[in-house]
């Protein structure tokens, strides 16, 4: 379900610009092969969720996990994230 969300979102992508764009960029996630191709878009999201797990510091894995993955979710799914993302959860796992 979620990469049929990212791929409806990636028709603007990439946006070297954009904040998600920068942000995967940090991450190091990798978005295009060898020859320059853009990846399979699950490739993208398992890249980004390993490496998303080995941020240490808490608030800014959640900002880039509301950066990289809650702009492709329904609004009210987002919200929720947003919640988690925001909220003080000393690194437990959202609800």
């Known amino acids: ?13 990439p ?8 942000t995967a960029i940090k991450l190091g996630v990798a978005l295009f092969d060898s020859l320059g191709h853009a990846r399979d878009l699950s490739a993208i999201v398992n890249d980004a969720l390993s490496r ?11 900002q880039m996990e509301y ?5 492709a979710m329904p ?6 994230f947003e919640e ?5 959860n000393n690194g437990a796992a959202p609800r």
Do not use: F, Q
Not at 15 to 22: S, V
Not at 84 to 88: A, D, I, K, L
């Open 52 to 62: 998303l797990a080995k941020v240490p510091d808490s608030d800014e894995r959640r």
């Open 15 to 22: 946006d070297i610009d954009g904040d998600w764009y920068k």
């Open 1 to 13: 379900m979620y990469e049929i969300e990212m791929h409806a979102y990636r028709s603007s992508m």
């Open 67 to 71: 950066t990289l993955l809650g702009l």
């Open 75 to 80: 609004l009210e799914a987002r919200k929720a």
């Open 84 to 88: 988690y993302c925001v909220g003080s």
